[in-house]
């Protein structure tokens, strides 16, 4: 966060203007504010000091993997008329049918969305404002978009 010439929250701005590359903050700033503001401008993950040495190169690790899950749904978006499993987890989007394990879950119209749309972006963090406001409604989208 305090570097010589320009903020860490510029750097992260400036960063997420021309990349995606994964990006960890670490920063002595542990502050609420200062940890909320990297994630709105673009960071992955915030490391306060006082960390242990291969703290920040796990997560840095994680980062990338995660984005490169983000970079292959990407490259194929889940159709809508495909129901999907993850593990023992079955969604049938057009049916709007969730089973776990050979039952099947009752879930509000709400939680079904929110489920499809985290299933149907691995990887990918999501920020409250798409949650509350930016939902696809999933039964009637020939494609589940990002």
Known sequence: ?????????????????????????????AK???VVLSFELGADDYVPKRFRLREPVARMDAAMRHRERARRAERQPIRAHDPIEIGALRIDFLARIVELADGRVDL???????????????????????????????????????
């Open 1 to 29: 966060m305090r570097l010589p010439r320009m903020s860490g929250t510029d750097v992260c701005r400036e960063l997420r203007r021309i990349s995606d590359v994964p990006t960890v903050m670490l920063s002595a700033v």
């Open 108 to 146: 509000s119209r709400r939680e079904f969305d929110l489920l499809a749309h985290f299933a149907s972006v691995p990887g990918r963090v999501c920020s409250r404002e798409e949650l509350t406001n930016g939902i696809v409604v999933y039964w009637t989208s020939p494609v589940l978009m990002p």
């Open 32 to 34: 609420e504010i200062g």
